[in-house]
């Protein structure tokens, strides 16, 4: 008895939120985030008015609203009117974030379902990337990754474990930061648009990166938080 309370109270040490999925926050902040790009994409297509896109690869940013030279936001889509599609993007981006929000830990209303509702109206290049990654990741919610038990040893992945908040909050800030330079295109200090540019896909690629590491720690605390959890049974 007293080794299983000496080992319950080492996990949840090991532990920052025991009684929370951090799985499921880091997928339902994904599907927040590409929300507000689709509804940033919705609004300046909205703008446009009621004219044909003239094509499947359209400027969700057009000419009058452009801030800079390559705040374009180039998007797919299968709707052949600016209008309808901004409005069917709002539409199916607050549905995301409902299902995000709401419904991702739900088997019957999983982060499939608003993929597969995603993808008729609107793909972005930058976000089909991260919506992947958020798909992959709900597939594992309540379904933590045992392989890691025999890859990291219980002192490495208790250590890993308590960063997935601090890498979370820090792909957050990044990617909105990423946002706001490919819509307005202002980095301080920078006039020119091409280092701009590549100044914006380093810091998507940084928070990718910051995001990995956030789902691998967030897989470690699932672990550890399954184990506290059956060991609060016995």
């Known amino acids: 008895m007293n080794r299983v309370t000496h080992e319950d109270s080492r996990q949840r040490r090991n532990l920052f939120w025991p009684e929370i999925s951090a799985t499921q926050v880091i997928v339902s ?81 999983g982060f499939s379902s608003s993929l597969n509702l995603a993808v008729p109206g609107w793909r972005r290049r930058r976000a089909s990337r991260f919506f992947t990654l958020a798909w992959a990741a709900s597939t594992r919610i309540g379904k933590p990754l045992t392989c890691l038990r025999a890859v990291f040893p219980n002192s490495i992945r208790g250590v890993l474990a308590k960063l997935w908040l601090g890498c979370l909050i820090a792909f957050t800030l990044l990617a909105l930061i990423a946002l706001e330079i490919a819509i307005v295109g202002y980095v301080p200090r920078v006039n020119d648009s091409t280092l701009a540019l590549r100044i914006c896909w380093s810091i998507l690629g940084v928070g990718l990166g910051i995001l990995l590491v956030a789902l691998l720690s967030g897989f470690a605390h699932d672990l550890d938080r399954i184990d506290w959890q059956g060991a609060q049974k016995q």
């Not at 300046?44 to 044909?52: C, H, I, S, Y």
């Not at 797919?76 to 209008?83: Q, V």
């Not at 607050?94 to 419904?103: E, H, N, Q, R």
């Open 29 to 109: 902040t994904l599907g927040v985030l590409i929300a507000v790009g689709g509804m940033d994409h919705g609004l300046f297509e909205v703008l446009q008015g009621n004219k044909p896109t003239g094509g499947l690869v359209v400027h969700a940013i057009g000419e009058q609203n452009r801030m800079w030279a390559y705040g374009t936001e180039d998007a797919f889509t299968l709707i052949p009117n600016f209008l309808i599609t901004g409005v069917a993007a709002i539409v199916v981006s607050v549905l995301i974030m409902v299902w995000s929000v709401g419904f991702v830990h739900k088997k019957q209303h």
